[in-house]
T-cell receptor, first 113, second 111 residues
Framework: DTGVSQNPRHKITKRGQNVTFRCDPISEHNRLYWYRQTLGQGPEFLTYFQNEAQLEKSRLLSDRFSAERPKGSFSTLEIQRTEQGDSAMYLC???????????FGPGTRLLVL | GQQVMQIPQYQHVQEGEDFTTYCNSSTTLSNIQWYKQRPGGHPVFLIQLVKSGEVKKQKRLTFQFGEAKKNSSLHITATQTTDVGTYFCAGSYSSASKIIFGSGTRLSIRP
């Protein structure tokens, strides 16, 4: 399968714990995006990378959230000191720079107890 | 700030009826995309519109981009049960910027 993959698919954690999610984009794609989606809402932009450079971060992304794409391939999204309000689906998408079409992964569903 | 509004939030139709969802931005968009998300699934790209007044068709789906590039619509003719899901528009304000999703229209169908 050459689509976008995300791991884990589900994560249950206790409030205050740190969690890390991984996204593997389509291999030829140089752009990678992170979104958060809650029930009944559209995906909400968090941040995106072009190659290894993080080009934009949403103001919604508090300093508890950090994302990396060290070698311009896979990316990780870490949430420190999780809160119940962080419970959501975290989606990753990838694309070619200059082509707006984004291909989404299956997402990681986070539940913070 | 930049925001993309989408209506209606829900639509429940009889199989065979038509369905339309509308998307609106207060400022001019560079382009607009449409995605479909099945229940329990992830958004899947349907189409991108770039030109003012553009109309594109995919079988029973017709997509339009307004002349002012501030609004768009998706119309499905003669809905089928396979059309069930949430349809999102997503607008971009420049070719290099992120896309902003609308809140989606959830389509359900009575067989």
């Amino acid at each position: 399968d050459t689509g976008v993959s995300q791991n884990p698919r589900h994560k249950i954690t206790k409030r205050g714990q740190n969690v890390t999610f991984r996204c593997d984009p389509i291999s030829e794609h140089n752009r990678l995006y992170w979104y958060r989606q809650t029930l009944g809402q559209g995906p909400e932009f968090l941040t995106y990378f072009q190659n290894e450079a993080q080009l934009e971060k949403s103001r919604l992304l508090s300093d508890r959230f950090s994302a990396e794409r060290p070698k311009g391939s896979f990316s990780t999204l870490e949430i420190q000191r999780t809160e119940q309000g962080d419970s959501a689906m975290y989606l990753c998408a990838s694309s070619f720079a200059g082509q707006e079409t984004q291909y989404f992964g299956p997402g990681t569903r986070l539940l913070v107890l | 700030g930049q925001q993309v509004m989408q209506i209606p939030q829900y639509q429940h139709v009889q199989e065979g009826e038509d369905f339309t969802t509308y998307c609106n931005s207060s400022t001019t968009l560079s382009n607009i995309q449409w995605y479909k998300q099945r229940p329990g699934g992830h958004p899947v790209f349907l189409i991108q519109l770039v030109k003012s007044g553009e109309v594109k068709k995919q079988k029973r789906l017709t997509f339009q981009f307004g002349e002012a590039k501030k609004n768009s619509s998706l119309h499905i003719t003669a809905t089928q049960t396979t059309d069930v899901g949430t349809y999102f528009c997503a607008g971009s304000y420049s070719s290099a910027s992120k896309i902003i999703f609308g809140s989606g229209t959830r389509l359900s169908i009575r067989p």
